[in-house]
């Protein structure tokens, strides 16, 4: 009875908000159920046995790896939902979960994909046992939340450590946090072994546990295997570089961005598995980092029983998440929203850009607590590597100042092989300016290239759109 109430209050406040344009409703809804019920969300899925379950986790890529999934399946024939609009702590997924449930608690869908928050992972794997749980990758992200990469790799082994067999798990092999997670069943389409526990040093030689996940999850890989898209690892901006077994430095043989590629420990002969899914069909979709996405939502569709060519045909069709490589146009001008919240996207976004022949680019950077308030991670973005390819920067935002300092720098460490800083680089503490002057320097055939932090790109989309997203 209670969660009949919840829902069909729930139900209300998401109506009223849609219908004043005052966001989504993807919270509050959430936030009131598990407010009175704290077991709303263990209780609701109990309810709907039915429904299989999909959770991805990363610092990068979840939304787009969501939706390339739920557009295959939906191809398919299957209906699914998703927490489309990016809310992806538990009042997100109750308040998803409220808006696809009807009065009597019925979910009548065959699949619900969430993408999770990195600190929300444990909490959620203790509401639900999902099918799947995709682990996309860690990056160094929001240090005043997360804290180190280590730090949430070691909370999400000990949660996999509880999972029940029924759930499959997916792992970027190319990553050593992740792939590490899988210790005990290395191979596609084996079982894990036995409970292993060993204690090992970390880095400041402190002793701590390492526990493997449990006897009996499937464990099944994903990474990149094509030397063309090599490029040379920035140690500052390569945030996991040392064995996650044994805390020596990798070794690698190759690197597809930041820490990702083909790594082994000399010391330890703990290496990426050798049996992985590697072979991404083509998309719609630009950058290796977005081929990681592609790897793992196809990974999951065929082992879900979805042919190669209903995958393939979904793919090509693909239109990607509100703001991730989003197209927009507005009064025939275009602009494209690269998401770009650390080191590692930032610096990915930069160069796909240059790939596409951009010209134009907005920086947006915001400190608001999506963000995070610490915004010194901008000094590990290689900007230096792509000053000369823009001819037009434009920056804003709460930390406008900020990114214009780093970019200045940026353009004085290259000397004479630089342009004029002055002459190429605007600033604007309103964001309706940088957007207006962006599309005055348009011409008919070129693209603005939007990069901002997470509540900066909410705050893009309304000025472009006339929408809230939240």
Known sequence: MINFFLITLGKSILALSRSLNLGHGSTWPGHIALSINKNFINELVKANPQLKIILIAGTNGKTT?????????????????????????????????????????E???????????????PLILKEITPDY???????????????????????????????????KLILNADDPQIAHLGVGGRHSGKRSSALQNERIQNLHGAERLWTSQRDGNEILYFGLNDKKLAQTIHQHAADSTYCPHCGSKLYYKIVYYSHLGDWECKKCGN????????????????????????????????????????????????????GRQEILKVDGKKFQIFLS??????????????????????????????????????????????FNDFKNIIVSGDRCYDMGLRIKYSGQKLKGKSQNHNSKVKIYEKLDDAVRNGLSNLKDNQTLYILPTYSAMLEVRKILTGKKIL
């Open 65 to 105: 790896t969501g939706k390339l999934i739920q557009t295959i399946l939906e191809n398919n024939g299957k209906k699914v939902f998703q927490n489309e609009a990016g809310a992806n702590l538990l009042n997100g997924i109750a308040s998803t979960i409220i808006q696809h449930s009807n009065i009597v608690t």
């Open 107 to 121: 979910i009548n869908y065959d699949f619900a994909i969430f993408e999770i928050d990195e600190n929300t992972l």
């Open 133 to 167: 749980l995709i682990l996309l990758n860690l990056f160094r992200d929001q240090l005043d939340r997360y804290g180190e990469v280590n730090t949430i790799a070691n909370k999400w082994g000990d949660a996999i450590r509880h999972l029940l067999p029924k759930t």
């Open 271 to 322: 290496k990426r598995p050798k049996n992985i899914f590697s072979n991404p069909p083509p998309s719609r979709l630009s950058g290796s980092y977005n081929l990681y996405n592609i790897l793992a939502a196809v990974l999951v569709a065929n082992n879900i029983g979805v042919t190669n060519k209903l995958i393939n045909d979904s793919l090509k069709t693909f239109i990607p998440a509100f």
């Open 341 to 386: 919240k650390n080191p590692t996207s930032f610096n990915e976004s930069l160069r796909t850009i240059k790939s596409l022949g951009g010209k134009n680019v907005l920086f947006v950077l915001n400190d608001r607590i999506p963000d995070g308030r610490d915004v010194s991670w901008i000094w590990d973005v290689d900007f230096e590597d792509y």
